[in-house]
Antibody, heavy 115, light 107 residues
């Protein structure tokens, strides 16, 4: 079964850092691009970042550029999102998704930024 | 950036009805459009890619159409499990962008 499991969320103060992880199973991670998408409480979906299969191409939303870093370790079947200089508006449920078509999605990990 | 606009934002319908949700892109995206379904407290689920291709396991009651800037998602014979929020997303270019969502509620 293809599965994505996010972890690493939690509570951070403004200006703090968190590192999210996404563990992939049931497929060969190295053959797919991967994405992070977030959803603020009660709001819609917002694309955050994407990384190509070999990490050659990386893209960020303007709202996180310069603060977040996406990376992957294909040998460990894992995707990461390093989140620095966190702001209150980064509070959201963060999902990892597979490929250009966004299928499937993990269950999400909650990030809360508050003083 | 490409803006995606869905209409309506909310929709009330009855079991057995057929409904259509529209998604408009601010510029042409060929057929690089996906539709997702999200139920309360759950992660989104991919329904359709390439504007009209059903993901594996998605029932044929869901159908998509369109190309360029105008797209539709049609759901026939609505059942209680279909009442959810639906999002479109373009994957023609970065940044990827989603529509604001359409909440489908039971009348």
């Amino acid at each position: 079964e293809v599965q994505l499991v996010e972890s690493g969320g939690g509570l951070s103060k403004p200006g703090g850092s968190l590192r999210l992880s996404c563990a992939a199973s049931g497929f060969t991670l190295s053959t797919y691009s991967m994405n992070w998408v977030r959803q603020a409480p009660g709001k819609g979906l917002e694309w955050v970042s994407s990384i190509s299969s070999s990490s050659s191409y990386i893209y960020y939303a303007d709202s996180v550029k310069g603060r977040f870093t996406i990376s992957r370790d294909n040998a460990k079947n894992s995707l990461y999102l390093q989140m620095n200089s966190l702001r209150a508006e980064d509070t959201a449920l963060y999902y990892c998704t597979r490929g250009g078509l966004g299928d499937p999605w993990g269950q999400g990990t909650l990030v809360s930024v508050s003083s | 950036d490409i803006q995606m606009t869905q209409s309506p934002s909310s929709l009330s319908a009855s079991v057995g009805d057929r409904v259509t949700i529209t998604c408009r892109a601010s510029q042409g995206i060929s057929n690089y459009l996906a539709w997702f379904q999200q139920k309360p407290g759950k992660a989104p689920k991919s329904l359709i890619y390439a504007a009209s291709s059903l993901q594996s396991g998605v029932p044929s009651k869901f159908s998509g159409s369109g190309s360029g800037t105008d797209f539709t998602l049609t759901i026939s014979n609505l059942q209680p499990e279909d009442f959810a929020t639906y999002y479109c997303q373009q994957y023609n270019s970065y940044p990827r962008t989603f529509g604001q969502g359409t909440k489908l509620e039971i009348k």
